[in-house]
């Protein structure tokens, strides 16, 4: 069974950290760009990282931008997103996406359910006083 799962999420006051694991079970996370994405209540789905299929390429959107860091790790099959100084304005459910197709190399941080066909089930995050 094809499967990403999410981890790591919590509550954390302003200017904490937290590091989210995205687990790939049922295929390798080998040449599959990675996206994380991130909802918030009343507010749509956004794109905060991706790495491409290379693992050479990291992008991040400029609200996270020297904040947070996406790293990948082949051995284990997992991606994983540090997020360091988060600010409430973080709090959202996070999601992990695969991009499975064979092109294009590069990620997208657009929730483009046409190239992002694997997705979890989320964690919370949570940052408050």
């Known amino acids: 069974q094809l499967q990403l799962v999410e981890s790591g999420g919590g509550a954390v006051q302003p200017g904490g950290s937290l590091r989210l694991s995205c687990a790939a079970s049922?295929?390798?996370?080998?040449?599959?760009?990675i996206g994380w994405f991130r909802q918030a209540p009343g507010k749509e789905r956004e794109g905060v990282s991706c790495?491409?299929?290379?693992?050479?390429?990291?992008s991040y959107s400029e609200s996270v931008e020297g904040r947070f860091t996406l790293s990948r790790d082949n051995a284990k099959n997992t991606v994983y997103l540090q997020m360091n100084n988060l600010k409430p304005e973080d709090t959202a459910v996070y999601y992990c996406?695969?991009?499975?197709?064979?092109?294009?190399?590069?990620?997208?941080?657009?929730?483009?359910?046409?190239?992002?066909?694997?997705w979890g089930q989320g964690t919370q995050v949570t940052v408050s006083s």
């Open positions: 790495i491409s299929k290379s693992g050479k390429t990291t």
């Open positions: 996406a695969a991009d499975r197709n064979p092109f294009p190399i590069f990620c997208t941080l657009q929730p483009d359910l046409r190239r992002y066909t694997q």
């Open positions: 049922g295929f390798t996370l080998d040449y599959i760009a």
